[in-house]
């Protein structure tokens, strides 16, 4: 690519995590070209799609979680890890507004831009859900798919305003009905 071109894309990318974050995943494309400053044609040769966009802004952030998952996996106790890695994947997807429901469905859509990073992600967590299932302080009626839909159904929580600030008693709630007691 070259370097007039990664620097419109990389532009591009800024403004549209600052759009998608303040007025949603629905935002308009044109918006986003418009204060980009550039057409909507320049916007629409880096990301054909809304869904090339968002996993052009998601897939850094979902690899960086699967990675995450690997270190804690290796330095954290299962439930130390499972519970950091989990917040830290619920706060990925809080942070652009309104990408809960395109995840949810991009997970079952392989033809969708985000599938892989998504499946990328579920797969990380159930590494480490099975990880702690094993050494008895998780629910083993839980799978990767569950562990993908809680993370969603919690980041759902943080893009309501009137449910906003019930977001981190609530995801207190939910890991406590994960995890169990060891012999429980």
Do not use: Y
């Amino acid at each position: 690519m070259r370097a007039d071109a990664k620097k419109n894309r990389d532009h591009l990318l800024v403004v549209a995590g600052t759009a998608i974050a303040e007025q949603g995943a629905d935002v308009s494309l044109r918006d986003i070209a418009r204060q980009a400053e550039v057409g909507l044609t320049t916007l629409l040769r880096h990301f054909p799609t809304r869904e090339a966009l968002l996993d052009a802004l998601l897939r850094t952030s979902f690899d960086e979680l699967a990675t995450k998952a690997g270190e804690l996996e290796m330095s954290n106790s299962p439930e130390d890890a499972l519970l950091t890695w989990l917040r830290d994947c619920v706060a990925c997807a809080t942070e652009f507004r309104g990408v809960t429901t395109l995840m949810a469905a991009a997970i079952e859509d392989t033809d969708s831009a985000l599938h892989d990073s998504c499946v990328t992600m579920r797969a990380a967590g159930a590494r480490l859900l099975i990880r702690a299932q094993d050494v008895g302080i998780a629910r083993t009626d839980l799978d990767g798919t569950d562990l993908f839909a809680l993370v969603a159904a919690l980041a759902w929580l943080g893009d309501q305003a009137s449910l906003a600030s019930r977001a981190d008693h609530l995801f207190d709630v939910v890991s406590s009905a994960i995890l169990v007691k060891a012999g429980s």
